[in-house]
């Protein structure tokens, strides 16, 4: 019914439940810390709930910290078999999901909570068209991130000639059209990039700043809600088409809007609380942008919709329906920006 590496086998240390009564085990794998938010207050309630609606039959462990593969193979991972569920973020994967890549335009979502399950609801609907090899489950987010950097960065033009670590594909583009250069790493090497002096500044949530250590190497931060890097679960096809259909009903259940924001919720909570966190610290400025320069902001980043309609397009599909779908289901849950 599903696939185990010898790799999960081995790692005992991993979040497990009691395996006793379990028919099905399921490997669920992801790239953050297992004691980050995401997993604590987001995967193991999520996972506990599949346990209990199906009487004990269904368990999922959970392997943190890119234990099973790195962060940009987790698609293919669970593609293949080598996990049954992978968390994925298809911006670290430039090209390959562009209908998705429209939810990670700059200043569209005005709420993460009702956000979430407008992403999910709206990226239901267009999923097998570039992730039909695997079952979309859902996709979710974080509180809005925002830039990092060691100098102050106010207008778009402090990004010219500057190196930055983007948070995903279209946010590499955006750099591109400012006049800078990407960094392109996952989340968990950012400070890295930074201590070195690879980057001068970084894309984040605010809280990932003290989880990836990044905190103690920028200092000033642009406080205004920036960008959504999205993510979401995927199961192994082979894996959900092989469960009773008892049991198939349980994970449907679990896959959708209203799951989406449970399982993000305290994230983007433990995300918000981390300005609050930095704003404390005198040892960090933040740099509230005037209406003026947010509309700077703004009117830099337009050229990036007609940029994924002309990707979307150029894939056969109807970018304007898709489009117009996204706004209307953001509207819907009055999660919309614009």
């Known amino acids: ?49 599949i346990k209990e609606a199906s009487n004990g039959r269904i368990q999922i462990n959970i392997f943190p910290a890119s234990q099973l593969g790195a962060a940009g193979d987790h698609y293919d991972m669970a593609r293949d078999g080598i996990v049954d569920i992978g968390f994925i973020n298809p ?17 569209l979502f005005a709420d993460a909570r009702g956000g979430l399950r407008a992403l999910t609801e709206w990226y239901d609907q267009y999923a097998d068209l570039e992730m039909g090899d695997t079952y979309f489950c859902m996709a979710i987010s974080h509180d809005p991130g925002t830039i990092h950097s060691k100098e102050p960065v106010i207008v778009p033009e402090d990004i010219r000639g500057k190196n930055v670590r983007p948070a995903n594909a279209t946010e590499a583009r955006f750099v591109a059209m400012l006049g800078g250069a990407s960094v392109q790493v996952p989340a968990g090497e950012m400070r890295e990039v930074l201590a070195r002096g690879t980057a001068d500044m970084t894309q984040s949530p605010w809280n990932s700043l003290y989880t990836f250590g990044a905190n103690d190497v920028v200092f000033h931060h642009l406080d205004m809600p920036f960008y959504y890097s999205i993510n979401a679960f995927i199961f192994n096809k082979g894996t959900v088409d092989g469960l009773s259909a008892e049991d198939r009903k349980v994970i449907d259940d679990h896959c959708t809007p209203e799951w989406a924001e449970r399982i993000a919720s305290g994230w983007t909570d433990a995300e918000a609380a981390g300005r609050d966190k930095i704003a404390s610290d005198s ?56």
């Open 283 to 338: 040892a960090h400025t933040l740099h509230v942008p005037t209406a003026a320069q947010v509309q700077l902001w703004k009117d830099a980043a337009a050229p990036l919709t007609d940029e994924w309609r002309t990707a979307v397009s150029g894939r056969g599909h109807d970018a304007d329906a898709i489009w117009n779908s996204l706004i209307d289901t953001l509207k819907k849950y009055d999660a919309y920006a614009g």
């Open 91 to 107: 911006g670290y994967q430039p090209g390959r999901f562009p209908i998705l890549a429209a939810a990670e335009i700059p200043f």
């Open 1 to 49: 019914m599903y696939t185990r590496t010898l790799a999960a086998l081995a790692l005992s240390a991993s979040f497990a439940f009691p395996s006793a009564a379990a028919d099905v085990e399921l490997t669920l794998s992801h790239w953050v810390p297992g004691t980050h938010p995401l997993q604590v207050t987001g995967m193991e309630p999520w996972a506990e709930s």
